[in-house]
């Protein structure tokens, strides 16, 4: 993530060490449960990331990362189809009803239509355009709550790099797993005990070990 972040433009910073990997992948379930979807509403943001001690800077700036990546048609067309969301800009839904032309189609189009490919604050600046992809998007600048903050991250790219990373560092110290109920793993996508290259090390050192007494 911080790699991806860095080389599209965004901030660069100091990740705090110590965090262990779980024993465990997260199940489909507890993942999106975890995770509001994007027809949350902003009322649903603050309230579900409340309990994980994350205020609404921390939901508008973490929000920012929408600034890269890509979405499918089924995260958004209930914007388009039946009707039109009268918070979205009508020449902007007239471009997404180009590339989902029905609410069964199955195609991607990007979260940032200023700055694709660049980690920046174009995000706000299309949410003050009413050009944001998601309800989970353009509800930040509808919402008296965090309009001011989506105004204050428009104008000004720094203060956005640093409440974000600031969010990022808070996110990154939820449910910090300790002593056996993690795992320092030797590659973060294979738990140790399904990584054989990693079982074969071990056993090596071990056998070093060993034949040293």
Do not use: W
Not at 37 to 56: G, I, M, Q, V, Y
Not at 77 to 98: C, G, H, I, S, V
Not at 125 to 153: A, P, W
């Amino acid at each position: 993530m911080l790699f991806v972040l860095v080389q599209s433009g965004g901030p660069d910073y100091d990740v705090p060490l110590g965090r262990k990997d779980g024993l465990n992948f997260a199940t489909q379930n507890a993942t999106l449960a975890n995770l509001p979807p994007p027809t949350s509403n902003t009322s649903k943001l603050l309230t579900d990331l409340a309990k994980k001690n994350l205020d609404a800077t921390d939901v508008v700036a973490l929000s920012g990362g929408h600034t890269i990546g890509l979405s499918h048609c089924s995260s958004f067309d209930e914007r388009l189809y039946p009707t039109q969301d009268p918070t979205m800009d009508k020449t902007f839904a007239n471009d997404l009803k180009q590339i989902c032309p029905t609410n069964t189609t199955n195609a991607t189009t990007v979260l940032d239509i200023r700055s694709r490919d660049t980690f920046d604050n174009k995000y706000y600046v299309n949410l003050m355009n009413r050009q944001g992809l998601f309800t989970s998007d353009q509800d930040l600048y509808t919402d008296e709550r965090t309009k001011d903050i989506v105004k204050s991250f428009a104008v000004d790219q720094t203060l956005f790099f640093e409440e974000f990373v600031k969010s990022m560092i808070k996110m990154g110290q939820l449910s910090v797993l300790t002593g056996s109920k993690g795992e320092i793993r030797a590659d973060c996508s294979v738990r140790n005990s399904d990584n054989k290259s990693y079982l074969a090390s071990v056993v090596e050192e071990d056998e070093e070990s060993l034949s040293e007494f």
